[in-house]
């Protein structure tokens, strides 16, 4: 396959293994156009029986994925309050990297909150750079929650009570926290890091692909109840959209600065204050 007609992501193809890197400047904004990228090249690299193993990196250092476009999600349907019954083109695409018959992990070298911490929850390892790796998912603090998978794979990945500090706490998990609480596989030093998740790749790609496939066919076997989970998280994430609350905080985000890069960069500890709080004194 060609792997070419992309703008936000470059492809290197050797010995079974896809290297992907990720250039969306300035932030690795997840919006719709890097999310029409990642689904084309999910089809492609599911549907690519010479790739075996697929390495996410990112071409920012300060950045893997910023996470998702607020302005995109400000303009969602408020009034969606039914259980939905298909799952949505975000859930979609993270899914398709979950399930694929290819060993998915991602090298993270910067911030990955939101989405695209959510992308990197749904690949099937991650590992981080000491120093410079963070991750979290601010999304309650702005008055919604994740919507792409977090609530359901953070308590798979780490146990409800930490998923819940993650998801309720709303701050930025360094990469030596977030190994120690299973967020990530294994933090490293950032000059071990790409020669360490470059040799597993091409490790885990010199073994016979039906084994890959059907080892990861029967792992995903005992994550049956995830597709539902999913469903459930779109009916909660879209009942926060249609409250006012929620509203103000996106708006507030952004007119704060939100989405540029010095603003992301040290989002984490000023967030709540950034948001502010709506109630009165007496309430």
Same mark, same amino acid.
């Given at each position: 396959?060609?792997?070419?007609?992309?703008?936000?992501?470059t492809t290197?193809?050797?010995?079974?293994?896809?290297? %992907?890197?990720?250039?969306?400047?300035?932030?690795?904004?997840?919006? %719709?156009?890097?999310?029409?990228?990642?689904?084309r090249m999910?089809?492609?690299?599911?549907?690519?029986?010479?790739?075996?193993?697929?390495?996410?990196?990112?071409?920012?250092?300060?950045?893997?994925?910023?996470?998702?476009?607020?302005?995109?999600?400000?303009?969602?349907?408020?009034?969606?309050?039914?259980?939905?019954?298909?799952? #949505?083109?975000?859930?979609?695409?993270?899914?398709?990297?979950?399930?694929?018959?290819?060993?998915?992990?991602?090298?993270?070298?910067?911030?990955?909150?939101?989405?695209?911490?959510?992308?990197?929850?749904?690949?099937?390892?991650?590992? /981080?750079?000491?120093?410079?790796?963070?991750?979290?998912?601010?999304?309650?603090?702005?008055?919604?929650?994740?919507?792409?998978?977090?609530?359901?794979?953070?308590?798979?990945?780490?146990?409800?009570?930490?998923?819940?500090?993650?998801?309720?706490?709303?701050?930025?998990?360094?990469?030596?926290?977030?190994?120690?609480?299973?967020?990530? #596989?294994?933090?490293?030093?950032?000059?071990?890091?790409?020669?360490?998740?470059?040799?597993?790749?091409?490790?885990?790609?010199?073994?016979? /692909?039906?084994?890959?496939?059907?080892?990861?066919?029967?792992?995903?076997?005992?994550?049956?109840?995830?597709?539902?989970?999913?469903?459930?998280?779109?009916?909660?994430? #879209?009942?926060?959209?249609?409250?006012?609350?929620?509203?103000?905080?996106?708006?507030?985000?952004?007119?704060?600065?939100?989405?540029?890069?010095?603003?992301?960069?040290?989002?984490?500890?000023?967030?709540?204050?950034?948001?502010?709080?709506?109630?009165?004194?007496?309430?």
């Amino acid at each position: 396959m060609a792997y070419d007609d992309y703008e936000l992501l470059t492809t290197k193809l050797d010995r079974g293994v896809a290297f %992907v890197t990720i250039d969306h400047p300035p932030i690795n904004l997840f919006d %719709v156009a890097l999310m029409v990228e990642l689904n084309r090249m999910g089809q492609e690299l599911e549907a690519d029986d010479d790739i075996r193993a697929v390495v996410f990196d990112s071409a920012n250092p300060d950045f893997f994925i910023a996470h998702a476009d607020v302005e995109m999600i400000e303009q969602l349907p408020a009034n969606e309050t039914e259980r939905p019954t298909e799952l #949505n083109i975000f859930h979609v695409l993270l899914e398709r990297f979950r399930t694929m018959p290819k060993a998915t992990m991602a090298k993270i070298e910067g911030v990955a909150r939101g989405g695209g911490s959510e992308f990197l929850l749904a690949l099937d390892m991650r590992f /981080a750079a000491l120093g410079k790796a963070v991750l979290s998912q601010p999304e309650v603090a702005l008055g919604i929650l994740p919507g792409g998978g977090g609530t359901q794979r953070l308590p798979r990945l780490l146990g409800r009570a930490r998923a819940l500090e993650v998801i309720l706490g709303c701050n930025d998990f360094p990469a030596d926290l977030a190994e120690r609480y299973g967020y990530v #596989n294994r933090a490293l030093p950032s000059a071990e890091l790409g020669p360490f998740v470059e040799s597993l790749a091409y490790r885990i790609a010199s073994f016979p /692909a039906h084994a890959i496939a059907q080892a990861k066919r029967a792992v995903i076997g005992g994550e049956s109840e995830v597709v539902d989970g999913l469903l459930g998280e779109a009916e909660c994430f #879209n009942a926060t959209l249609g409250e006012d609350e929620a509203r103000r905080r996106m708006r507030a985000f952004m007119e704060a600065g939100g989405q540029t890069p010095a603003f992301e960069l040290a989002m984490g500890p000023q967030l709540a204050e950034t948001l502010g709080d709506s109630h009165d004194d007496g309430d």
